[in-house]
């Protein structure tokens, strides 16, 4: 579902003519053009906010105390979790820019290792916060609920369900928060 619901989200918006259209009040840039990363983001984070979920379960299960006594050890368990999810997003990326170049023309990130950079370091931060919840969440279905409560409204500030720069002022104020300041 994390591969091929962005995919499909992607060719559902495309189908749409407005969002192929370029505005002003988008820099120039058409909806579909401003959708394609946050699509991805949205991919990442299906598949690191599942991560709580699949622990939780092992858990739950006594999968990971089992694996104690064995030379696998859990902790190469989670980190095959966490490597599996590396490469799914990988796949995730590369099928969304494919089917937005090919598709719809949408240009390419101008700078590839950085682009590359920012999409490994959003992933350790969503994989941070999953193993974090599988961490506190004391069930299966805990862990379910906490991260729809993380994952909808980061959805919604990151402007898929509403364009950013066509929200209230309020909401715009909180999708642009700065949450950290470095000085």
């Given at each position: 579902?994390g591969i091929a619901l962005p995919v499909v989200l992607l060719i559902i918006f495309g189908f749409i003519p407005t969002f192929r259209d370029t505005q002003t009040s988008f820099g120039g840039y058409s909806a579909f053009d401003i959708y394609v990363p946050i699509v991805i983001l949205m991919s990442m984070a299906l598949l690191a906010l599942g991560v709580p979920a699949v ?129």
């Open positions: 579902m622990l939780t379960g092992y858990r739950e299960k006594g999968v990971l105390r089992r694996l104690q006594a064995t030379p696998a050890g859990a902790a190469r368990v989670l980190a095959a979790q966490l490597l599996v999810n590396l490469i799914l997003v990988v796949i995730s990326v590369m099928l969304v820019l494919a089917v937005a170049r090919l598709g719809y023309g949408v240009a390419l990130p101008r700078q590839l290792a950085g682009f590359a950079l920012s999409v490994l370091l959003t992933l350790a931060a969503l994989l941070g916060l999953g193993l974090f919840i599988a961490a506190i969440a004391p069930s299966t279905r805990g862990s379910q609920v906490i991260g729809g409560l993380l994952f909808y409204p980061m959805l919604f500030f990151s402007g898929l369900w509403f364009p950013i720069p066509l929200m209230a002022p309020a909401l715009q104020h909180i999708a642009h928060a700065k949450w950290f300041r470095w000085e």
